[in-house]
C-alpha cells in the first residue's frame, strides 16, 4: 500500500546550497550521506523530498547543518569565504575543501559563543597591544615577549617536544582562542579571524614546529586586526598580501628565536656557520623550535643565504613525513584512540573549556549546554574540568 505520508516542506534551493556551501561534489555527499548521487540532484532539483531519516543523513553526516536549516524557504545569508579570508582570490575560495570550509564554520561556532560567555564588554587583552608594519619586526617581537611574559629563559626551560601546548597558554592568556583543527595542509596551515574575542586555527595535520610557526604567525595578523589564511608557499600570495606575510613570517621567527639570544648560543657553540642540519639541530634544541625557525632568523640576520631557504624546507618537510607516518601507525595500533574529554582539550583549548565551565558555575548555562559547546559527552565533562583546572 502506498504511503500517505506528507512531504516534508525542505527547500530544493537549500538543499543544493547546503552542499556546495560545504565545498561538497555529488560524488563525495553520496559517500557521506549514505545516499546515491542520483538521488541527492533530483531532490536538489525539486524531483521528491527526501524522507526525515534521509535529510539527517544529508544535515548531520554530510553538510555538517542543524536540520531545521533545511527547513527554509531560501538559504540563509553567510559572508563569503573570501571575507573572511582576504587574501584568497575568489577562486581559491571556492575551490577550499569540505574540512577547510567545517574549520572555519566550527571557528566562527566558537568565536559566536565566545560572545555570549564572556562577560559584557569583554575584549581579548591582545586588542591592547598597538604595532604598526613600519616598525622592525625584531622590535615588535620583543616588545610582545614581554607583553605576553614569557622570558627567553623560560622557553628554555620547555620540554622538548609537544612544544605548541607550552606555548599556547601564553596566547590564550590574551583572551586568544587557540584550536587544532583537521584541513589538507596543501589548502591551509593556518588561519584567524580578527575581532572581539579573535581566534586562531592551526591545523591539526601538520607537524608539531610547523604549528608552533603558525601560531605566532597568525598571532601577527591579530596584531593588525586582520584575518586570512597561512599556506607558507614560495610565491603562492598575490603581492599586495605578500609583504605582510612576509613581515608575519619575520615576526614569528624573531618571537620564537630572539636576535641576541641567538647569536650568544652561536658564538658560546662555537658554530661554523656553515648551518649543516647538525648546528641547527642544537639551536633548535636549545630554543624549543624546528631548524625552519631558526634558519629563517639567520636569513633575517644575514647570517645565513635566503635562496638555501625553500630548497631545505622541502628535505626538513620530506623528513618530518616520513616520521610522522611512522607515528600515526603507532598511534592506530592503540585501541580506542584518543579519549572524547582529552579530544575536546586538544582541539578547543583550555580558554573555551573554562569560559563554557564558568558560565555553567555562574548558572548561566546548563549541563546539556556545556557538553553541546563543548562537543563532550556528559559524564566526562567532570573529567574535562578537572584536567583544565589542574
Known amino acids: 500500500m502506498a504511503s500517505s505520508a506528507t512531504p516534508l516542506p525542505v527547500s530544493k534551493a537549500v538543499l543544493a546550497w547546503a552542499r556546495i556551501s560545504a565545498g561538497l561534489t555529488l560524488e563525495q555527499a553520496e559517500h557521506k550521506a549514505g545516499h546515491s548521487k542520483e538521488k541527492i540532484l533530483a531532490w536538489e532539483r525539486g524531483e521528491g523530498v527526501p524522507s526525515y531519516p534521509q535529510l539527517e543523513d544529508l544535515a548531520y553526516k554530510a553538510y555538517k547543518r542543524p536540520i531545521a536549516l533545511f527547513f527554509l524557504a531560501e538559504p540563509p545569508a553567510e559572508p563569503s569565504i573570501t571575507q573572511d579570508f582576504r587574501n584568497l582570490t575568489n577562486a581559491e575560495a571556492e575551490h577550499l575543501g569540505f574540512q577547510t570550509r567545517i574549520a572555519l564554520r566550527k571557528a566562527k561556532h566558537v568565536q559566536a559563543l565566545m560572545g555570549e560567555l564572556r562577560p559584557p564588554g569583554e575584549r581579548a587583552r591582545l586588542l591592547e597591544f598597538k604595532t604598526t608594519t613600519k616598525e622592525d619586526p625584531e622590535q615588535v617581537a620583543a616588545r610582545f615577549r614581554s607583553f605576553i611574559d614569557l622570558p627567553i629563559a623560560t622557553q628554555k626551560q620547555f620540554r622538548t617536544g609537544d612544544n605548541v601546548s607550552q606555548f599556547?597558554?601564553?596566547?590564550?592568556a590574551m583572551g586568544v582562542l587557540v584550536l587544532k583543527l583537521d584541513m589538507p595542509l596543501e589548502e591551509a596551515r593556518a588561519f584567524a579571524l580578527s575581532g572581539e574575542h579573535p581566534v586562531i586555527v592551526l591545523n591539526a595535520k601538520?607537524?608539531?614546529?610547523?604549528?608552533?610557526?603558525?601560531?605566532?604567525?597568525?598571532?601577527?595578523?591579530?596584531?593588525f586586526n586582520t584575518s586570512g589564511v597561512f599556506r607558507d608557499e614560495d610565491g603562492h600570495l598575490r603581492q599586495e598580501y605578500r609583504a605582510v606575510e612576509d613581515y608575519c613570517n619575520r615576526f614569528a621567527a624573531a618571537f620564537l628565536v630572539p636576535r641576541d639570544a641567538l647569536l650568544a648560543e652561536v658564538k658560546k657553540l662555537s658554530l661554523s656557520g656553515e648551518w649543516t642540519d647538525a648546528e641547527l639541530g642544537k639551536l633548535a634544541g636549545i630554543f624549543k623550535v624546528s631548524r625552519e625557525v631558526i634558519y629563517r632568523q639567520l636569513v633575517a640576520l644575514n647570517m645565513a643565504d635566503a635562496d638555501d631557504l625553500w630548497p631545505r624546507r622541502r628535505l626538513w618537510a620530506a623528513q618530518a613525513k616520513a616520521t610522522s607516518k611512522e607515528k600515526n601507525e603507532k598511534l592506530k595500533e592503540k585501541d580506542g584512540g584518543m579519549p572524547g574529554w582529552?579530544?575536546?582539550?586538544?582541539?578547543?583549548?583550555?580558554?573555551?573549556?573554562?569560559?563554557v565551565y564558568d558560565a555553567y558555575a555562574a548558572d548561566r548555562i546548563t549541563l546539556a549546554d556545556v557538553s553541546q559547546y563543548l562537543e563532550v559527552k556528559v559524564e566526562q565533562v567532570e573529567r574535562l574540568v578537572e584536567e583544565v583546572y589542574r
Not at 168 to 172: H, K, N
Not at 214 to 221: A, G, I, P, R
Open 206 to 223: 601538520d607537524k608539531e614546529n610547523a604549528q608552533l610557526f603558525s601560531l605566532f604567525h597568525e598571532v601577527c595578523h591579530l596584531l
Open 168 to 172: 599556547r597558554p601564553f596566547v590564550e
Open 342 to 355: 582529552m579530544r575536546t582539550r586538544y582541539e578547543k583549548g583550555d580558554l573555551f573549556v573554562r569560559s
